[in-house]
């Protein structure tokens, strides 16, 4: 059974795309998805406690790097579980 991700009562836009998120995230929980989330951040977590294959996306993303091998940080991703655990970053090259 899945939870309904349409809001049935009068509730403002944040509310309800927060109800939406909450709703589709508990559905990909019970479907057995990893990336369940809505976690993002401007860097790698230094704290709390991760799991091994928890992700961050990266919520303020720019080109980085040197003419003909310029990418973004997509997201970062926890290889060694632990607090704060060992983190990656996930690159996407943009071809510039």
């Known amino acids: ?5 349409t809001p049935r009562r009068n509730v403002d836009a944040d509310q ?7 709703a589709n995230a508990v559905n990909s929980i019970a479907e057995g998805r990893m990336a369940a ?14 799991a091994k294959g928890d992700k961050v996306r ?3 993303p720019s080109e980085l790097g040197t003419a003909l091998s310029k990418y973004v940080i997509d997201s970062w991703i926890c290889v060694t579980a632990g607090t704060p ?8 090259l943009t071809g510039n």
């Open 37 to 50: 989330f809505y976690t993002a951040s401007t860097a790698a977590p230094t704290t709390g406690t991760w």
């Open 1 to 5: 059974m899945k939870l309904n991700n």
């Open 58 to 60: 990266n919520s303020n």
């Open 16 to 22: 309800a795309q927060w109800e939406r998120q909450t």
């Open 85 to 92: 655990g060992t983190w990656l970053q996930q690159r996407t």
